[in-house]
Antibody, heavy 120, light 107 residues
Framework: EVQLVESGGGLVQPGRSLKLSCAAS????????MAWVRQAPKKGLEWVAT????????YYPDSVKGRFTISRDNAKSSLYLQMNSLKSEDTATYYC?????????????WGQGVMVTVSS | DIQMTQSPSSLPASLGERVTISCRAS??????LNWYQQKPDGTIKPLIY???NLQSGVPSRFSGSGSGTDYSLTISSLEPEDFAMYYC?????????FGGGTKLELK
């Protein structure tokens, strides 16, 4: 059974940093692109980052580019999101997601999400 | 960036009813359109990928169609567990973008 379990969320002050983790199991982690998607309170879904199987390619929207870094450790079947210079608008539930395939890049498995609150 | 516009944002419906949710892209996305369901507890699962492909385990009452810039999700006969939020998403290009969501609620 595929499982994605996020951790590392919490309350952080504006301008500070936080690192999220996602532990994957039930599949060969190194074979899949992975992503982070977030959802601000009472808002819709927003894609945050995608990383290739080896980690050599990463993709971000302008809203987080230069502040967030996605990475992975295939030996540990783990995905990470380093978030720097956090802003109040980064307050959201962050979901770890697996990309189904290279040909069809939809998100076929999602974690339960972890809450990040940016506030002084 | 490709903007995704979903309609309606809210859809009151009854059990057994057939409903359709629409999604329009700001430019052609060559059928690279996916649909997700989100339950009130936050759980998200894929329903349809590449316009019309049913994700494994998803009931056949769900179907997707469309082309170019216009896509739709149809539920043929609503069951109690279908009342949830629905999002479309394009993966034709980066940045990946989602529609604003449709809340399917019991009339």
């Amino acid at each position: 059974e595929v499982q994605l379990v996020e951790s590392g969320g919490g309350l952080v002050q504006p301008g500070r940093s936080l690192k999220l983790s996602c532990a994957a199991s039930g599949f060969t982690f190194s074979n899949y692109y992975m992503a982070w998607v977030r959802q601000a309170p009472k808002k819709g879904l927003e894609w945050v980052a995608t990383i290739s199987t080896s980690g050599s390619r990463t993709y971000y929207p302008d809203s987080v580019k230069g502040r967030f870094t996605i990475s992975r450790d295939n030996a540990k079947s783990s995905l990470y999101l380093q978030m720097n210079s956090l802003k109040s608008e980064d307050t959201a539930t962050y979901y770890c997601a697996r990309q189904g395939s290279y040909a069809h890049a939809y998100f076929d498995y999602w974690g339960q999400g972890v809450m990040v609150t940016v506030s002084s | 960036d490709i903007q995704m516009t979903q309609s309606p944002s809210s859809l009151p419906a009854s059990l057994g009813e057939r409903v359709t949710i629409s999604c329009r892209a700001s430019q052609g996305i060559s059928n690279n359109l996916n649909w997700y369901q989100q339950k009130p507890d936050g759980t998200i699962k894929p329903l349809i990928y590449y316009t019309s492909n049913l994700q494994s385990g998803v009931p056949s009452r769900f179907s997707g169609s469309g082309s170019g810039t216009d896509y739709s999700l149809t539920i043929s006969s609503l069951e109690p567990e279908d009342f949830a939020m629905y999002y479309c998403q394009q993966d034709a290009s980066f940045p990946r973008t989602f529609g604003g969501g449709t809340k399917l609620e019991l009339k």
